[in-house]
């Protein structure tokens, strides 16, 4: 019986070393300036929406970007998530705010749909690692061509 029981486990540990490895570059929620700014701009009548989506932003989005994927989770309480492999992303876009302290992306997919992020803080950071790993993604042979 002991003996099953360590070979379940050295079976467990070989399955555990043949995954591949996925190094976390960024995990976390939107830029707190965002919060900041649209709660400031509340004050008026007109920033009102902009702070109720700020709040909304600073409850439930979260960003995940890892050596293998982008992962947005969002909407209504966080349930909506969204992965991309950098093997889809054909084009990315970024725009500064505040300052240049965060700023949107959009990142542009192979079959023409979009996947937006906003209020991303380090955004130019970010684009420039995705933008590496897209490129070092398409530049990998997929197969010998007949």
Sequence with gaps: MSQDSSMSKESGM???SKSIQESVFYEGG???G???????LGLTLIGIPFAVGAIVRALWLRFR???RRIE???GWLGRDRT?????Q???????????????DMVLVLNDGSKLE???VPGFRELETYIEERRQAKSSTPKGMAA
Excluded: C
């Design 89 to 103: 992303i054909r084009e990315v876009r970024s725009v500064p705010r505040g300052f240049g302290l965060w700023g």
């Design 65 to 67: 970007i890892t050596s």
């Design 117 to 119: 992020m906003r209020s």
């Design 34 to 40: 965002d919060l900041v700014f649209n709660l400031l």
């Design 83 to 87: 992965q991309v492999v950098y093997s």
């Design 30 to 32: 939107p830029a707190k």
């Design 14 to 16: 070989s399955k555990e």
């Design 72 to 74: 947005v989770n969002g």
